[in-house]
Each structure stands twice: as C-alpha cells, then as structure tokens.
C-alpha cells in the first residue's frame, strides 16, 4: 500500500460477528471507490460476540480470499479508537453501512465524532445491494441457532463456522 496523494486507502470496520453477504456486498462497492480497503476487525470491550475476537479476523480473511479481493482488501484487528486507526493508515474515508433509516442517528452520531477527531478521513455511507439491505449478524446467528437455512446469507467459510460452533456449543 502506497502512501502517494493519489492513493486512496479506506477503513471498514466493524464487529464483523459473524461477516454477512451484506458486509462482502459493502467491501465489493468500496473497492470499486478506493484503491485499497482496510477492513478493521474491532475487539469492542462492550460488545460479548460469539465468536472471539481471532475467529473473527480470521473468518473475515477467509471471506475476503473467496471473493477473490485480495490484492485490494486488507483485514486487520483492531482496538482503540477508529479515528487513531485512520490517522495511522492515512485513510481518506470510512467506510459505513447503512441498511434503514434507524441506522442513520447512531452511524450520523460516529461520523461527527471521527470528523472531529480525524478530520483527513470522511466517513462514506454505502448501502448494501438491495437483496442484503435486510440482513445482520444478529439475524444470522439467530436463523443459524434454531436450524435455518444461512447459506445464501454468509460466505461459505463462515457457514461452516457457525454450524461447527454452535454443534460444539450444543455439546458442552
């Protein structure tokens, strides 16, 4: 990754508990706006996951070997604040995913604070495509744990996760 004027990097973050279809559709319309992406994995203190801060990463870096976006995506874990991570990697914007209204006030809530804090990187708000705008992880966990069909909702590597883990899960 270059650090040149003309090299526009941003970071993606988030819990990624587990990486949707709906994440990977936002990586897809990021990488055709930036040069590279960053995808941040955050470890939030103030969340309890399912799957622990490593699975995580690892499950994010899985997906994005999949899709085929590796010469153009980076995962990386992080903790601290975002708008710290976007000073150190020089990111001109963050990336941010809206899927209703209801998340506007909380998503418009962080971009003013990151602006504040870290006035280089502009926060992008892009929508998934529209047959992921319904979908969370939380609702994947949920359909997951009472048997449903996740499939078509997740990248394969994270379906075989999350059904391993949870028949771990139903065995202790």
Known sequence: MSDSPEHRLALYPGTFDP????HMSLIERAIRLFDTVVVAVAKNAGKQPFFTYDERVELMNGA?????FNS????IGFTGLLADLAKEYHAVAIVRGLRAVSDFEYEFQMALMNRKLAREAETVFLMPSLSWV???????????????EIGDL???NVERALR?????????
């Open 154 to 156: 997740v990248p394969p």
């Open 72 to 75: 153009r995506v980076k995962v």
């Open 134 to 148: 319904y979908l969370s992880s939380t609702i994947v966990r949920d359909v997951a744990r009472h048997g449903g």
């Open 64 to 68: 994005i070997d999949e899709a085929g």
């Open 164 to 172: 391993s883990k949870l028949a771990d899960n139903s065995k202790a």
């Open 19 to 22: 990486v949707t279809n709906g």
